[in-house]
């Protein structure tokens, strides 16, 4: 809460007086509200109602009360600002990851050995910096990690923060990949009750500059970037009717679409487990070429049931 002057014009002459103003959130926003209306205060009443609205209860009795004001005094050109660094978000990102037991699940598939650095607390600043500040490994040595808390908030220090050991902490991650998918589901599911009936999937692709000789799956394909001099790989995701990601996978950039759909329903099975659960994706990547003898009648039934009624679904709301 703080106080606010409000000044009236009445019959050609300005009035001003004080009030009590609350702040509070609201799903559209931060909005204000007025408590109480004090009336015409001096300095010391204002003093006053300062104390009580930052939750000074002493002042309570002495609203009105003769309060002295209290002075510091300061010489401003001997203040300086150091050691500038950002903190609110990268306390947020570690709670999250607290409350989602990443740190944990990293220190249990990833256990210490002759490195210096835990590669757990590795991860753990490439996940944080990408909450952060979505950018390359080789920024986060150079820029950002030096003008954050994480520091602090770690225990590490900047000097041995390097994009060699970033990227190396890639490596040490990537054979987890499954393991964390499956974790996070698991967890998100307990906090927020996600439903997995419904799971949609689509593939991307990005495209690298340069020959990608240490990269067998680049290769040139069809670009959605409009790249096709670069070679590329591809990318399927899966995610819930929400938005939440399941899972992904990474596939040679000359591979068509249609040719990815099997096999990430039987890792998705594999991973998950077999469910009645509808899969929604483009039209162009369903062939009945493509789709094994076993899975093809009950696959493509689902889909074009579940086509059936949303056509059905979408006239009626039309």
Known sequence: MFIRPIHVNKNGKQHAYWALVESYRTKQGPRQRTVA????????????????AQGNRNYQRKLF???????VEIDARR???ERCREFGGCWLALKLLDK????????TVMPHGKEDIHWAVMAQVLIICRFCDPSSELYIAEHLYGHTALSDLLGLRCDKINDDRLYRALDALLPHKEALEVHLKER?????????DLLLYDVTSTYFEGRVRGNPLAQRGYSRDKRGDCKQICIGLVVSRCGMPLGYEIFAGNRRDVTTVEEMVEIMEKRYGKADRIWVMDRGMISDAKIGPKRKRPFMSVLKSESKRACQRSKQAV
Request: hydrophobic share 40%; aromatic share 12%.
């Open 37 to 52: 209306y004090l009336g015409q205060l001096d300095h010391q009443g204002r003093l006053g109602i300062r104390h009580l």
């Open 79 to 81: 203040i300086q600002v």
């Open 65 to 71: 009360e003769d309060v002295q004001p209290q002075w």
């Open 100 to 107: 989602l037991g990443i740190a944990s699940l990293f220190k």
């Open 188 to 196: 998100l599911g307990e906090l927020f009750d996600l439903e997995y």
